[in-house]
């Protein structure tokens, strides 16, 4: 048992969140990634998708990292969460929010040197919302009724119904028409692709035809470091410059470094399946909401780094973000027992069942071994950590739902609410944990139909709340997130979307 745990059980036991910390010391970089001041090399955690099509490879969230540089669409995030004009100029919108229409910039380039056109536009469209196939790429483009080119600047599409939130989805990339990026990478962002060695690294360059800000590094080479011992050695060594999603103790024995501390904007929790024994059960479901402390968890598994939620929303959704329910189940290990009981469990009957967790991910795994912890207070739970691979998680746990629980964080691949919200309808393909109710479906349906900003945030907000009354998950936080840099790397910006935008970093000095 790790020092931080035999922390949290004395804390347990005395009714008080107390933090053990252990010796931390810092070490100073003892080089530079790089030779060549133009160049910069990223550690990420695990390896992306087999595919780098952006049109289908969002499964694994690290890849959408690294694709941000390559590719982007007619809109794209900014810092601030806003949506602002990439391929586009400018667009419009109908009052009954079912056609938009889009003005293209002049002057954009693919990474192949050719100008972007309205061909490319409809035919990017066209492909992930599956209109010619009838199956979607993107199942936030399935909404898509027509894309039609009125003229060599303009491109108007057609929804099947209002969909107030649409603009966020046309920040799906544009590729060159008839491609295959299978066949080649090839976007307009200020990157280009250069080479990728699976389980190994993916190297990018700056594109000088960028039609934007130009990147202020000339090569990116992100390499894969699966194990969160090595990624902090490698930049103790200084074989890697930058490196993201740290926790807050591999922060502390980097300190001689840039640490740089933001949010990673996702909702981490222990995610419950709901379409099997014993999560079937609301009770053993209510019970493990009312046996783990978020905030005890918080203190303990990431030193008191991190904003506690109580449903699949967090704060920088603003309006939709309910901070009420973020207490709605108080800490209270006797209600927790006495539901287990209910349930049919005892400590000589104890509730078994397996967390799968990615291994490379420490925070993960930090909380993990936190939860189990505290569940163990009850004497009527025995729970056991199942380290996974990313991939063999994403292919079993996510997509075959072979799993009892997991710890894992999901994130909003694009700035709405029911990015974080629409993979609990009943019959959608992203709604792992098996959840279903007629009442959250309704209130989604009314959400995501209604263009009145008022009932729209209620019925969102509404979502939420059945979430949290039903336990469909233990949720726990928005995590902490810790970028780490050599001291000469500056330039680095956090987003409310978990991207890795490597375009304002540069070496310097």
Known sequence: MTKRILALAMAVLMTAALFVGGGQS?????????????????????????????????????????????????MKPDTQGNLIPAVAESYTVND?????????????????????????IVYSLTRAAGL????????????????????????VVTLSAPDAEFIAYTTAAVIPEGSDPAD?????????????????????????????????????TFRII???????????????????????????????????????????????????????DIRVRQALCYAIDKVM????????????????????????????????????MAKAMELLAEAGYSSDKPLKFTIAVVEAYTPHMNTAQAVVELLRQTGMV????????????????YQGRNFDATITGMDASTLTASALLGRFVSDNAKNFIGFASDDYDAAYAAAVS??????????????????????????????????????DIQGYQFYPLYVMDMSTVCRVG
């Not at 190297?203 to 202020?216: Q, S």
């Not at 030193?303 to 209270?332: C, I, N, Q, V």
């Not at 025995?382 to 746990?397: K, R, V």
């Open 132 to 155: 010619e196939t009838g199956e979607p790429l993107m199942a936030t483009l399935a909404g898509v009724k027509a894309v039609e080119a009125t003229d060599d600047k303009t491109v």
């Open 382 to 397: 025995e729970a056991e950590i199942q380290p996974m691979e990313n991939a063999t998680w994403y292919s079993e746990a």
């Open 226 to 280: 699966d194990d969160g011992q090595a990624m902090v050695m490698a930049l103790h060594s200084g074989a890697i410059d930058l490196a993201a999603h740290l926790d807050a103790s591999q922060a502390a024995e980097l300190s001689g470094l840039n640490v740089l501390e933001g949010s990673m904007n996702l909702v981490q929790a222990l995610y419950l399946n709901n379409a099997r024994a014993p999560f079937d």
């Open 184 to 220: 080649g990478i090839i976007g307009t962002g200020p990157f280009k692709y250069v080479s990728r060695s699976p389980q190994e690294n993916v190297v990018i360059e700056r594109f000088d035809d960028y039609w934007g800000e130009p990147a202020r590094c000339a090569k990116v």
């Open 96 to 120: 009954t929010a079912d056609e938009y229409t889009f003005t293209l910039r002049e002057g954009v380039r693919f990474h192949n040197g050719n100008e972007v056109t309205v061909g490319d």
């Open 450 to 487: 209604t263009t009145d900003a008022d009932e729209q945030t209620a019925k969102f907000r509404e979502c939420e709340t059945i979430l949290t009354e039903n336990a469909a998950n233990v949720y726990i936080q928005d995590l902490a997130d810790f970028v780490v840099t050599q001291t």
């Open 26 to 74: 810092a070490f100073a970089a003892s080089g530079s990634a790089a030779d060549a001041a133009g160049e910069i090399t990223v550690g990420i955690a695990s390896d992306l998708d087999s595919s780098l099509d952006p049109h289908v490879s969002s499964s694994l969230a690290g890849t959408r990292e690294v694709l941000f540089n390559i590719y982007e669409g007619l």
């Open 297 to 332: 968890v918080i203190d303990l598994a990431c030193d008191g780094h991190g904003t506690p939620l109580g449903s699949s929303m967090y704060p920088a959704f603003g309006r939709f973000f309910d901070e009420d329910l973020t207490g709605y189940y108080e800490p209270d």
